[in-house]
């Protein structure tokens, strides 16, 4: 008996989960990035916001660079770094809409020529979740196998961020997502595990405090204050880290939280979606959100590809 007849979520349907929940976190949090009040948030805290309200926005960076990715593993067969490099820079010249600084740089340096794996950004701006935002498909193909997922991150990366700290984090994005897949990730233990992965301090400190606020009992505002809500790995990933922890048992809870807080919502969003969906499947999100999703059908289509990829069929 297979686990889609003994009622246990599939590795298909935890596929298809993880790119719908990216997008949706994408498609949710679009409405709200850079907002910098409280008040939605404690709104909501208080129960006196209800997430049927949230409006669902087109698809920004976050969901076309995830997307480019997977249906680059899926034509190549691997994460190559010419075609991501190409089908990123394709998504840039039709619009490019919501796209980072490291990221527009990079691409202006892919049109002028330069080569991929050298066009990426150093120094300012390199440190941000450009990287960890599109991962996600490359944590679902090493899903089974995950002895290539550092170098496989890092060729995924280096195209728009040539930065330790920022594929890193991006890293620990990934294995958190391959270990959900298979049913090997414990949400009560994900700082740990996510920090476990790392090799840059400044990144595994972060995502451990993550944990230690969940601990300890820390408002969420209070949280989210100390951990960030910016763009930058060292905000964006702990503070992701910290929706999906502080909600264990409740992924809409912690998408909502991940979103009402302002700041860089689309991106901290997509993570908790693109994890907390490769943990739970589709049966994770809300029929009338996968029913206003843009391009759902296309999404799901995209993940059934990778996933044959994947597991060989």
Known sequence: MNSEQNGEVSLRDRF???????????CLGASWEGYLGTEVAEAYYDGRFDPVNLR???????????????????????VDGPDLAAKYLAWFESGGRGIGRATYHSMKRLQAGVRWDQAGQEGEYATGNGVAMRIAPVGLFHSLRR?????????????????DDAIDGAVAVAYAVAQAAVGDLVIEALAVQMS?????????????????????GQTPLAAMNELGRGGSIYETV???????MRWPDDPVKGLVSAVVNGGDTDTRAAIVGAIWGAQLGTAAWPKYWLDELPGAHGIRGLAEELYKLTVGE
């Not at 002895?147 to 930065?163: K, N, S």
């Open 16 to 26: 298809a989960g993880c790119l719908l929940g990216l997008a949706l976190g994408d």
């Open 238 to 244: 702990p503070s992701a880290v910290y929706c999906i």
């Open 147 to 163: 002895e290539d997922i550092h170098e496989d991150c890092r060729v995924c990366g280096m195209i728009t961020h040539r930065d």
């Open 56 to 78: 669902m926005s087109e698809w920004t960076d976050d969901t076309a660079m995830a997307m480019a990715t997977a249906q680059s593993i899926v034509d190549t067969g691997r």
């Open 196 to 216: 476990a992965v790392t090799t840059q301090p400044s990144v595994s400190s972060a995502i451990l405090r993550a944990g230690e606020l969940v601990e300890t």
